[in-house]
């Protein structure tokens, strides 16, 4: 039975929109929570915007269980329905000493103003994504605690640094899957907890949703349901000196926007650098040293000067297609798409094992390894070949532009029985 909340003039509780009995046979099915006030023999009911399931529910708190680990904004959510709980018998109880009218409309109107509902929107878009967030914030002022609006100005810090550090204007249009894949490995090079991740990527999806209920939104790509920290998006793998060959050789003359990206995605493979720094070289950045051609590259993320020697299938790639120079820069999200149906194109289709928690199950998923590639896989490919032909790390560092090694091992893709081979083949553990 469920406990009620009472009070001298009206008793207040909260259940979901559906029976309990009906989510008991699916105690994960989500329910939107109402709040219940009955007064004076009527009752009103009304939505509070938050879902919950059975499993996540405490009937007896009529509040969502603390000990739900996987639940970030519960203390949030908690927090909000006893707020509304309070100020709606508050009102009750004004209304009733002044004598005015109580009714179910009242009662609406007056949570509506409270939680800001009736407040006329400006309809024009805002300038900038980030400008909506604020706005979004401030209208939510009443609602949320200090510490989760601190929390939400984070998320927002992070994801503008990501820009900057990237080279990308951040606007509505940019929020697809590629983005959540990079957005996780800038956090992840960062040193940041999974924890942190998964609180970061669901403070933007609350944004997200926002912006595009109110259809800010056109990328045709968004999905609300990539922003989620699961192992499709961190399932890194590189390609081997073989497979760069065969992309190298592939035609591609009769589609050039593959070409385009297949040329840029290559010197990266070639050079070890971020895709912020290998998509829009030019002409100016090669440098002759001791008679030999460089890249120039001064990272924008680190502010790091390297030379990278411009290779045979560099110089190949500019001769053949790009009047000898490098390749014109195409957008990451073009080039990201391009370059898996290339993979496809190629059958890279081995089987890659990706391990994720779902519902609280395991679940265990072989994914085609061109489903994989992306514009860090460049990165990874340069580091991890060249790991294999036993490069030193700190000479394969000062290309890749690595501070420390163990943010450059993050980059070392050989595992299982490729990484048995490379040890015993050092010669140095095994008497064999």
Request: aromatic share 12%.
């Amino acid at each position: 039975m469920i406990k009620t909340v009472e009070n001298s003039n009206g008793i207040v509780r909260f259940a979901f929109k559906e029976p309990k009995k009906l989510l008991e046979t699916d105690k994960k099915k989500e329910s939107l929570i109402f709040l219940h006030f009955s007064y004076g023999g009527n009752r009103f009911k009304y939505s509070t915007g938050y879902k919950s399931c059975f499993m996540d529910w405490d009937f007896d708190k009529q509040r969502i269980k603390q000990t739900k680990v996987n639940i970030i904004n519960a203390n949030e959510v908690n927090e909000f329905l006893s707020n509304i709980e309070n100020v709606v018998k508050k009102e009750y109880s004004r209304l009733i000493a002044e004598h005015l009218i109580v009714s179910n409309k009242i009662l609406k109107s007056f949570l509506d103003d409270y939680l800001n509902k009736n407040v006329v929107v400006n309809n024009s878009k805002p300038k900038t994504f980030f400008e909506f967030a604020d706005e979004f914030l401030e209208l939510k002022s009443k609602e949320i605690v200090d510490v989760t609006k601190r929390s939400y100005k984070q998320t927002l810090l992070k994801v503008k640094n990501f820009g900057i550090e990237n080279d990308e204007k951040i606007s509505f249009n940019s929020f697809d899957k590629t983005f959540v894949i990079n957005f996780i490995e800038y956090l992840q090079e960062n040193d940041f907890s999974q924890n942190t991740i998964s609180k970061h990527l669901k403070n933007l999806k609350t944004f997200l949703i926002e912006a595009s209920q109110k259809r800010l939104i056109d990328n045709l790509d968004f999905n609300i349901k990539d922003f989620s920290f699961s192992p499709e998006e961190t399932t890194a793998i590189y390609l081997t000196e073989i497979e760069l060959s065969q992309m190298l050789e592939l035609d591609l003359s009769e589609k050039k926007h593959y070409e385009l990206a297949r040329d840029i995605f290559l010197i990266g493979c070639y050079t070890g650098q971020r895709i912020s720094d290998y998509n829009g070289l030019t002409k100016s950045s090669i440098k002759t040293i001791n008679g030999k051609e460089y890249f120039s590259i001064k990272q924008k993320k680190t502010k790091a000067r390297v030379n990278c020697p411009i290779t045979k299938e560099i110089r190949q790639i500019m001769n053949l297609r790009h009047n000898g120079e490098p390749p014109r820069k195409i957008l990451e999200k073009d080039l990201n798409k391009y370059i898996k149906k290339i993979g496809e194109i190629l059958k890279f289709e081995e089987k890659i094992e990706c391990i994720y928690n779902k519902g609280g199950k395991q679940i265990i998923e072989q994914i085609p390894k061109f489903k994989l590639i992306h514009s860090h896989t460049a990165r990874r490919s340069f580091c991890t070949n060249k790991y294999k032909i036993k490069m030193p790390v700190y000479d394969i560092m000062m290309f890749s532009g690595h501070k420390t090694e163990k943010e450059f091992y993050k980059y070392i893709r050989i595992i299982g029985e490729e990484r048995a081979s490379y040890i015993v083949d050092s010669g140095l553990y095994f008497n064999l």
